[in-house]
């Protein structure tokens, strides 16, 4: 086994155990604190710090791994998630709105760290020039923890119904903390550390091909978040009747297979014709999930099952938006440079994260004043927008793999 092999798995370990945490404490808070009588609107409320710092962590958290190396911001995220998770095992009378607020704007500061560091690491294990082999683990990567976050959907639930919100969030708490001691041992120093000290007036990118792509990115993953933030779980606790292990086991279904889509997400775009894909393919799968959430809306105000027309809208909608979200994780590693990586993709992934902060916020308002199918529409708008933008984007002479 190659020391890039070895420091890509050790990476991915790492990205994989923090996702599983991260997702089982998102599903916990939001049918933790729906059972509690929070309305969708509160609830939105508790993920706002998470959202909002993750802006602001993924353009200082470029900055940083350019400057003190990306082994030590991806450690910092391990150690700033346990912190979180230990500041939820306060005494009930302590999970007061702002003290939740603050332990999710750890979590979301940490988990912003740990998935820049993660994704700027795989651009400087491959070879320069052998883009099919980069597009080929960027998609494994983002597949399997997609994947794994979905498994932590369930998790969440599964535990919230077996020990209670305490010991979930403790049980997870030490179990990272090994994680983080193993990160400590065995990732290399000075990984993605840039030769020269950057400034700090090089943290917004000065490149038009990724503004265009970060400002896609923002309007696509809010299209997500607009409804499946709050909107549908609660939809899916409060219509379909469904308790908390319900809601979890689907969600997390929903995802894990969400992650294996990505992962063959290179099959899917051209990898077997020999192609790897460019702003053409961009623009064209987010023309596609374009209609899924109008559809969906459209059937629902038809007097259509909600049986029918909500999984079945949510198995496409999550193949589609899996292809898109595969896409745009290749596109922006391909189109860093080199030297200081890190900067572009803490760029970008701030526009991610602004995207996710703008569709939270929604998903608790739209929902709570209008309903599922008013956030599908506004879903259905901000993917149109995601395309319109992605049309803009380079062509580039078919590149082989």
């Not at 929070?38 to 909002?52: C, G, R, T, V």
């Not at 998609?139 to 209670?164: P, R």
Request: glycine share 12%; aromatic share 12%.
């Amino acid at each position: 086994m190659t020391p890039a092999v070895r420091q890509y798995l050790l990476v991915t370990g790492n990205y994989w155990a923090f996702t599983l945490t991260d997702g089982a404490l998102r599903m916990l808070v939001v049918l933790h604190f729906h059972a509690l009588g929070y309305s969708p609107l509160q609830i939105a409320a508790l993920f706002l710090f998470y959202e909002f710092f993750g802006v602001v962590t993924n353009l200082l958290g470029g900055y940083l791994g350019a400057r003190l190396g990306l082994n030590r911001t991806m450690n910092l995220g391990l150690s700033l998630q346990v912190g979180a998770l230990l500041m939820l095992t306060a005494p009930a009378a302590w999970l007061t709105v702002p003290w939740v607020m603050a332990a999710q704007a750890l979590s979301g500061i940490a988990k912003d760290l740990n998935k820049m560091s993660a994704k700027s690491t795989i651009k400087l294990l491959v070879p320069e020039g052998e883009q099919g082999k980069l597009y080929h683990w960027v998609a494994v990567l983002t597949g399997s923890k997609n994947a794994l976050k979905g498994a932590g959907f369930f998790l969440g639930g599964a535990l919230l119904a077996a020990v209670g919100f305490t010991g979930a969030v403790l049980g997870m708490a030490a179990v990272l903390a090994l994680v983080w001691i193993g990160s400590l041992i065995g990732l290399k120093q000075d990984l993605g550390k840039k030769a020269a000290k950057p400034k700090f007036r090089e943290l917004l990118s000065k490149s038009p091909a990724i503004n265009r792509l970060s400002g896609a990115r923002l309007f696509l993953f809010g299209a997500r978040d607009v409804w499946f933030v709050v909107a549908l779980p609660v939809y899916l606790s409060t219509v379909f009747g469904w308790n908390v292990s319900q809601v979890g086991a689907f969600l997390a279904a929903w995802v894990i297979g969400y992650g294996v889509v990505q992962s063959f997400a290179p099959y899917l775009t051209g990898k077997r014709q020999g192609r790897v894909p460019d702003g053409r393919a961009a623009f064209a799968w987010a023309a596609a999930l374009a209609g899924v959430p109008a559809l969906i809306a459209l059937g629902l105000a038809a007097g259509v099952s909600p049986w029918l027309m909500v999984p079945g809208g949510l198995l496409l909608f999550g193949a589609l938006f899996a292809v898109n979200s595969s896409l745009h994780s290749f596109l922006i590693v391909s189109w860093a440079k080199a030297d200081g990586v890190s900067l572009d993709v803490g760029f970008y992934y701030m526009s991610n994260a602004l995207g996710r902060l703008i569709g939270t916020i929604l998903s608790g308002w739209v929902f709570q004043q209008w309903g599922l199918e008013a956030c599908l529409w506004v879903s259905s708008l901000f993917v149109l927008l995601a395309a319109a933008i992605s049309a803009g984007l380079p062509r580039q002479e078919p590149a082989h793999v």
